[in-house]
């Protein structure tokens, strides 16, 4: 490993100062920036420490509705906070299924979006390893290679992987906003076109520009109908083959409003637009309301070894909207 200099940022002035500048990292819980360095993905020279930044850790309710939580909050603590738990448990259910209780404690929900994709080409130790997220114009060894977890929307030849976030599954489901702030100003930034696609931007790993700091997640109105589900290989400790967050809003039987989001299936969360337009009036469980999301795979281009996707990505949608509407 290469060694790099380690300060702690007391303000956010301290952070403009410098985070612009290629050679510095910030490390918020570092579960993710602690093993880019160990595998050489990051090579820092400098390393600041945002994560007792004073004011970013609070959860607190909107005016008007919706809730503000600093992107220093922890993992768990967000999953746990009361308001979470009971408006909006489509993301407490996506935290407590991410990761493990102890990574939970230290990893923030700031740093939870701009984790990196499991692709293991991108996460090789061997640098010369093709891949263009890695070493842009190298090729994407995962095209014609291991590429049972991949994408099966929204992937072109220079790359098919997926990103990792549970909860950034739920929050595009919400649609919330991320909030940062840089010298000179600030964005509210949707978490649904947060990670482009890579037909977009085939080697970005977010919108983020260097520099920019994210103060905080944004929820809107509560969605106390809404639910997550993940399947894994194990019950802990594992990432998606797919997941799906639903949120619903239910009158006299009938859907009044559905929102659907995919984990597991492309470079961002997958909201399937359509379908959730083609499900009001219709009832959760229906044959119509199946045959609804079945259409919604129409579209889906699986690689040689993730066709399985289809089938488990639709059935786990089914099944996700069935939960969210049994929510109270
Ligand atoms: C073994 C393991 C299993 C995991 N399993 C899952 C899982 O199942 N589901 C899941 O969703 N996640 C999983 N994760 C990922 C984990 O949730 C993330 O590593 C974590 O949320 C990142 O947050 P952090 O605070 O530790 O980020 P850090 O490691 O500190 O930072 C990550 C990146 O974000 C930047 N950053 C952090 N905060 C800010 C900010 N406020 N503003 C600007 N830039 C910032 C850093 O500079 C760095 O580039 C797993 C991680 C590990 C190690
Ligand atoms: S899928 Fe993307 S991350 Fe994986 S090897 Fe190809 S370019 Fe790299």
């Given amino acids: 490993m290469r060694s790099f200099s380690y300060a702690r940022a007391r303000s956010i002035d ?3 100062a410098c985070a612009a500048d290629d050679d510095v990292a910030l490390l918020a819980g570092g579960t993710e920036l602690v093993n880019w360095i160990r595998i050489g993905i990051e090579r820092p020279q400098r390393v600041l420490d945002i994560g007792g930044l004073p004011g970013l850790r609070e ?5 008007g509705g919706g809730l ?4 220093l909050a922890k993992l768990n603590e967000v999953a746990q906070h009361p308001d979470v738990v009971s408006g909006y448990p489509v993301l407490s259910q996506a935290i407590l299924k991410s990761a493990s209780a102890q990574l939970r404690n230290l990893a923030t929900i700031g740093g939870n979006p701009l984790q990196r994709t499991r692709c293991p080409y991108f996460r090789s130790e061997d640098p010369a ?3 263009n997220k890695r070493i842009p114009g190298s090729g994407c060894s995962a095209l014609h290679g291991l590429n049972d977890r991949h994408a099966i929307f929204g992937w072109t030849e220079d790359c098919v992987a997926v990103h990792p976030s549970d909860p950034a599954v739920a929050l595009a489901c919400l649609d ?7 010298a000179g100003g600030g964005r509210r930034l949707p978490v649904r076109t947060f990670h482009p696609l890579p037909g977009e931007e085939p080697t970005g790993h977010s919108v983020l520009r260097p520099g920019e700091l994210i103060v905080a997640i944004e929820l809107g109105d509560a969605a106390p109908q809404s639910a997550y589900l993940k399947v894994r290989e194990r019950e802990s400790y594992e990432f998606a083959l ?8 239910i009158e006299d039987g009938r859907i009044s409003r559905a929102r659907v989001a995919l984990g597991g299936v492309a470079a961002r969360a997958w909201r399937l637009v359509r379908a959730e337009q083609e499900l009001i009036g219709l009832s959760v469980g229906s044959a119509e309301a199946t045959e609804v999301i079945t259409g919604a795979f129409a579209e889906a281009r699986p690689l040689a070894m993730n066709g399985y996707k289809i089938p488990l990505a639709r059935n786990t949608a089914l099944r996700a909207l069935a939960l969210a509407a049994r929510q109270s």
């Avoid at 797919?242 to 809003?249: G, Q």
């Fill in 14 to 16: 301290d952070v403009q």
């Fill in 59 to 63: 959860i607190r309710r909107l005016e």
């Fill in 68 to 71: 503000r939580i600093g992107a």
């Fill in 129 to 131: 390893t093709p891949c």
């Fill in 176 to 182: 919330a906003f991320i909030v940062t702030e840089y």
């Fill in 242 to 249: 797919v997941s799906a967050a639903a949120a619903v809003e």
